[in-house]
């Protein structure tokens, strides 16, 4: 570990966690270089959606290196941009009824976000953002200004403005309709609260705790929005591309939103790969007003294309992956059931669920004690208290299991540990 300590920053953060070092990884396993395999559970913080080296997608990428395919091309035609395009288009978004262009940011999520926010600003002409409890959305500085963790923002020692945060759905509990809440205070012209240019939120919020947006919040804030003319901005860079069981988290809820960002999965093999979907009526850009060196990167363009023409043609991950869920969900509530004293609680939806452990520091003893047992997994929520499953979505339902049988197995050794430690 001496390179990495002498030479890299303090800023560094997994490796901390997990503190070996990898040299392979193959669909849900990740290996040493002192062979020792581990069962990924992290993914890339949903960024391997697929796996690792997927077979399905490897050969179209391997073929387009061979074949010296465009890798770097500026904003300028590829075929390989056409083919993305093409298979987005007619896999992802005419099945859904959704017509939106494209816009290639920098190949990052917080490119992606920006880029949204600095659309919505121009076509409103305001200024002021709605952002929401515990939401993520990036590092940079306006993405971060959106976000509301203390940690992240303190980070950039400057005023992080033009922004108003909102409860986000159930942040009082269930029974306080926050929309109504927002609904009168941006009807009232003395509130206090500017009116918007757009709302940013999740669906499922993931690093702010897998706290899930229900179906009828989100409609009801579509609704708000639209009563106030104001854009919804739905940023589904972590819940997106089939995490929650459909390929956007909001499909069920049957809204449109104006603006969307999606990245980390996009490329399907961790890649980096950034797009903003804006209705077409509000492309209001002139070319090259909001540009970058990286936007739109050709080998993940192949990638992305390939693991739509995989996966994304029929039906069968997203049964497969509401079927694990299914297996998450029942394990989670056996581990939350046989560790009753302390309490716990079960969070998220889909293949982002997670298990409450109260405090971060109990959290952390059982990622931890994870990692002892050969599983990578990692914490989530505003005090860092809920271990977060984060397989491949494509994980084979025996690797699952065996995953899910070394979190049971951490939870009984920290909750044993945690007893004994009381007892004395
Ligand atoms: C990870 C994430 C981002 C930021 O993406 P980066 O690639 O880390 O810049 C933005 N929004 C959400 C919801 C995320 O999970």
Request: with cysteine; glycine share 10%.
């Amino acid at each position: 570990m001496k390179i990495f300590d002498e030479m890299e920053s303090e800023v560094q953060s997994y490796a901390r966690s997990f503190p070996v070092v990898f040299n392979k990884a193959k669909d849900c396993y990740l290996y040493t270089d002192s062979g020792e395999r581990y069962i990924d559970f992290l993914s890339g913080a949903g960024s391997l959606n697929y796996g690792h080296n997927n077979d399905n997608i490897k050969q179209a990428l391997v073929d387009y290196i061979a074949e010296d395919g465009i890798t770097h091309g500026l904003d300028m035609h590829s075929d390989a941009k056409r083919n993305f395009l093409e298979v987005f288009r007619d896999k992802i978004l005419a099945p859904r009824d959704m017509e939106y262009v494209v816009q290639f940011t920098g190949p990052t999520g917080t490119n992606a976000v920006e880029a949204a926010l600095k659309i919505a600003r121009k076509i409103t002409g305001r200024s002021n953002i709605i952002s929401f409890t515990n939401g993520f959305h990036g590092c940079s500085l306006g993405a971060v200004a959106v976000t509301g963790n203390q940690h992240h923002r303190g980070g950039a020692n400057v005023s992080l403005c033009d922004v108003d945060r909102m409860p986000f759905c159930g942040y009082y509990g269930r029974d306080v309709d926050t929309v109504k809440m927002m609904d009168k205070l941006l009807s009232d012209p003395s509130s206090g609260i500017d009116k918007p240019a757009a709302m940013i939120l999740e669906a499922v919020q993931g690093e702010g705790g897998l706290n899930v947006a229900t179906n009828e919040w989100l409609q009801a804030v579509d609704k708000l929005c639209k009563k106030h003319g104001i854009l919804l901005i739905l940023d589904d860079i972590q819940a997106g591309c089939g995490r929650t069981g459909t390929f956007f988290s909001f499909e069920k809820a049957g809204i449109k939103p104006d603006v969307i960002t999606l990245s980390k999965s996009l490329s399907a093999y961790g890649l980096p790969f950034a797009v903003v979907l804006i209705k077409p009526e509000l492309d209001q850009w002139e070319p090259g007003e909001h540009n970058g060196t990286f936007r739109g990167n050709n080998h993940a363009f192949v990638t992305a294309a390939a693991a739509i023409e995989h996966y994304w043609s029929d039906n069968k991950l997203e049964l497969a992956v509401q079927e694990k869920a299914e297996l998450v969900t029942k394990r989670f509530k056996k581990i939350i059931d046989a560790h009753g004293g302390i309490a716990l609680g079960l969070k998220g939806r889909g293949l982002m669920q997670g298990i409450d452990c109260r405090t971060g520091e109990l959290a952390g003893k059982v990622c931890a004690q994870a990692f002892k047992n050969g599983l990578v997994i990692e914490t989530s929520g505003n005090h860092s208290q809920i271990v977060k499953c984060f397989c491949p979505l494509t994980i084979a339902t025996e690797a699952l299991s065996e995953g899910l049988d070394k979190l049971e197995q951490s939870f009984a050794e920290v909750f044993a540990d945690e007893k004994l430690k009381k007892a004395s």
